[in-house]
């Protein structure tokens, strides 16, 4: 199981807080480099010993030779390079195999919420289900997994453990022998997934929609079983794994014979072993860099497969014993259950202005924005560019006409809205509302009407320009901007009652028009021509009250 050590290093202090992770042995560094690390310090020593007192004058120069040469051209193997794009690819891959890793309880909630019915048979369509997802993750694990397999060799440990039933097997094993090819992983999914489609038949599922949704989850656990069998299959280039391990290993090699001490005449070499005196008793310099790099690769050898049996791996078993019982908490246990609905203790205060601590030290002021504390002191308002307004629109509505502290009183806050006068001036319809004909007939009652209707829209014409200079202070700004907006709506709608009359006396012009030129083709039919005048000045006057109605509303 991966070692975990966030509890050690959650809080920094001093001179930090890794120096104590450096004395664990289990997934550490010493553990997986000890055996390799030793071998070298053998090898090294080795040819240390050969060359001070095995070795001949004759021979002792062939081997000084060989140092020259391992120490000049071993540097210019890439090793920094190689190993580190390899160990980065490897992480990657890593917690990506862990992500990918596929969880039921999505699906245990979807199940407990949409298979309804507290009978016992409807508690065995949801426990099924959540058996069988766990039984196809489990399979899944038996083939990437050696510890895994040692657990479940056989189909009878499935059915010893309770994830899978004796005529299950059977149907297993006998589809194993008429396809020994592929494995059947699946299987389990399929019968979930038939249970499902019963359920929804029987009326537990309500919707079809409900269905789809269960079903589209099962699909995303399949992906993610599907998933693992890919990564087991198709691994890190081989050829990028050998370049890697030969990179290491050659260099070490020739670091054994290029970082000995040797002992020449020549002035160069004189000076480099004063300064190298070191070498002769420990290859410090060598023994670290070899602890760095070969540790490098350990990582990625290591990491490469996190389904073994390593430190740091993946603990599977627990995966498996886990998922079983929190699925079958959620389906069976948790079904339909919650506790008492209660009011919480900020019910009446609608939100807590601030929680409790435990321990009120701990409280901290809440975070700034980046720019809270700007320093704003060299932007002065003349740098500011100032705008005239030319329309309503660009009006400054902050400065409140009539506003005075009779309004303030107290800690009370008045929200306030500035005054906006809407003006309505005279349009050619509204001036065409009082134009009639010459052609049209009026009688006296018809201009006494007229000259009441233009008193009328004269004073509703006064009222909207000109806005009332005294007001009650008692009055809420809310009512007073509902009432400018109830005067806005009849200014609107006296507006389209003089366009419809416009309409309508255009009709009449023209229907007037028509009347005169028939009564100059047929000159014989005076009973007609009388009775048109009648129909025409009732017709005026039935539109002429409409409207003047509607200029009253």
Known sequence: ????????????????????????????????????????????????????????????????????????????????????????????????QYITVPWPDPLAVYVSALVRGQDEHGRLMRRTIMRYVCLSLTMVLTMIS????????????????????????????????????????????????????????????????????????????????NMLTHYDMISVPLVYTQVVTLAVYTYFLAAIFGHQYIEMNEKKYIEFNEKNIVNYYFPVFSTLEFFFFVGWLKVAETLICPF???DDDFELNWVIDRN??????????????????????????????????????????????????????????????????????????TDFDGEDDEYVKGNELRIKFASRRFDIHRSSSSVSFLDFSPLEPMDDDQDAQDGQDEGDEEELMYDLQDEPSTRESSKDDFDRLREERERERHA??????????????????????????????????????????????STVQTEKSFVTKKSKE
């Open 324 to 397: 079983l019982q929190v699925s079958y908490l959620i389906v069976d246990e948790m079904h339909n259950d919650h506790p008492t609905l209660v009011r919480d203790q900020y019910w009446d205060e609608v939100f807590p202005n601030e929680l409790p601590y435990a321990d009120e030290s701990q409280r901290h002021a809440p975070p700034e924005a980046s720019t809270a504390k700007l320093d704003l002191s060299k932007i002065t308002s003349s740098q500011i560019p100032k705008r005239t307004p030319t329309s309503t629109s660009e009006r400054d509505f």
């Open 492 to 537: 609107r709608q006296l507006q389209h009652a003089a366009m419809t009359f416009d309409l309508l006396k255009g009709e009449l012009h023209h229907l007037s028009e028509s009347g005169n030129q028939s009564e100059a083709v047929s000159v014989q039919s005076p009973p007609s021509d009388q009775s048109s005048p009648s129909r025409r000045d």
């Open 146 to 225: 050696p510890g895994i397999k040692r657990r479940f060799p056989t189909y009878d440990y499935f059915v010893e453990t309770g994830l899978l039933n004796k005529n299950e097997a059977l149907i297993i094993t006998k589809m194993d022998e008429k396809f020994p090819k592929h494995s059947k992983y699946w299987m389990p999914l399929m019968w979930a997934c038939s249970i499902m489609t019963r359920a929804r038949k029987e009326g537990r599922i309500w919707d079809d929609f409900s269905l789809k949704s269960m079903i589209d989850e099962l699909n995303k656990f399949r992906a993610g079983c």
């Open 308 to 310: 073994g049996d390593d």
């Open 1 to 96: 199981m991966t070692v975990s050590y966030t509890a050690e290093v959650a809080t920094c202090r001093r001179f930090g807080c890794f120096w104590k992770l450096l004395v664990r042995w289990r997934a550490s560094i010493y553990k997986i480099i000890w055996a390799d690390l030793l071998a070298f310090l053998f090898a090294f020593y080795a040819m240390a010993f050969m060359y001070r007192y095995l070795l001949g004058d004759e021979n002792k120069r062939t081997f000084e030779n060989i140092v020259e040469y391992c120490r000049s051209y071993g540097a210019l193997i890439p090793l920094s390079f190689v190993l580190g794009f390899y160990v980065a690819i490897i992480v990657e891959r890593w917690w990506s």
